[in-house]
T-cell receptor, first 111, second 112 residues
Framework: SQQGEEDPQALSIQEGENATMNCSYK?????LQWYRQNSGRGLVHLIL?????REKHSGRLRVTLDTSKKSSSLLITASRAADTASYFC???????????FGTGTRLQVFP | ETGVTQSPTHLIKTRGQQVTLRCSSQ?????VSWYQQALGQGPQFIFQ???????GRGNFPPRFSGLQFPNYSSELNVNALELDDSALYLC???????????FGPGTRLTVL
């Protein structure tokens, strides 16, 4: 299965702090994506990192990928209250573009 | 905004009824995927359509069926509704050759 498992399940921080979420998976991947979901809404694509990449940045987001450990991390720097959401990782294999989501990390950023 | 729209926004049905949910893909996207998300859970893959053909299915019974039209819009049909079908239903479209899925806002289905 390509399902990603996010850790921790929940994270609470103050505005301005950094938030780090981790994702583990079990089989070889072609790429791994991170998505954000605000309460009860659709998912928003944040970043895609390919299996031959180790680190990728997008604004305040930094994603790392360690294929030897089958893990990825998402770092949000200088968090804002608007970052409050659930975050999901979605590893994807070579012969499929289907996404298998875990239960996500619920991030709460307090003003 | 992703350009993917879904209708209706909310829907209430009773057990045993049938429901059709609709999704309009982003322009130029020829792949549509459907997901079911129960409260507090991650989205679960139902199935995917590519050029009007089913292109993979998750662990959902046959009473979940779908269609994709020539304009790449899509429908999800659920027959014989059960209480556990209450969930947020999400569709996502993917551009040709792309990997990123662009999600619609979802349809909240409540089965009483």
């Amino acid at each position: 299965s390509q399902q990603g498992e996010e850790d921790p399940q929940a994270l609470s921080i103050q505005e301005g702090e950094n938030a780090t979420m981790n994702c583990s998976y079990k089989t070889s991947i072609n790429n791994l994506q991170w998505y954000r979901q605000n309460s009860g809404r659709g998912l928003v694509h944040l970043i895609l990192i390919r299996s031959n990449e180790r680190e990728k940045h997008s604004g305040r987001l930094r994603v790392t990928l360690d294929t030897s450990k089958k893990s990825s991390s998402l770092l949000i720097t200088a968090s804002r209250a608007a970052d409050t959401a659930s975050y999901f990782c979605a590893p994807s294999g070579y012969n499929t573009d289907k996404l298998i989501f875990g239960t996500g990390t619920r991030l709460q950023v307090f003003p | 905004e992703t350009g993917v729209t879904q209708s209706p926004t909310h829907l209430i049905k009773t057990r045993g009824q049938q429901v059709t949910l609709r999704c309009s893909s982003q322009s130029g996207h020829n792949t549509v995927s459907w997901y079911q998300q129960a409260l507090g859970q991650g989205p679960q893959f139902i199935f995917q359509y590519y050029r009007e053909e089913e292109n993979g299915r998750g662990n959902f019974p046959p009473r979940f069926s779908g269609l994709q039209f020539p304009n790449y819009s899509s429908e999800l049909n659920v027959n014989a509704l059960e209480l556990d079908d209450s969930a947020l239903y999400l569709c996502a479209s993917t551009p040709q050759g792309g990997a990123t899925q662009y999600f619609g806002p979802g349809t909240r289905l409540t089965v009483l």
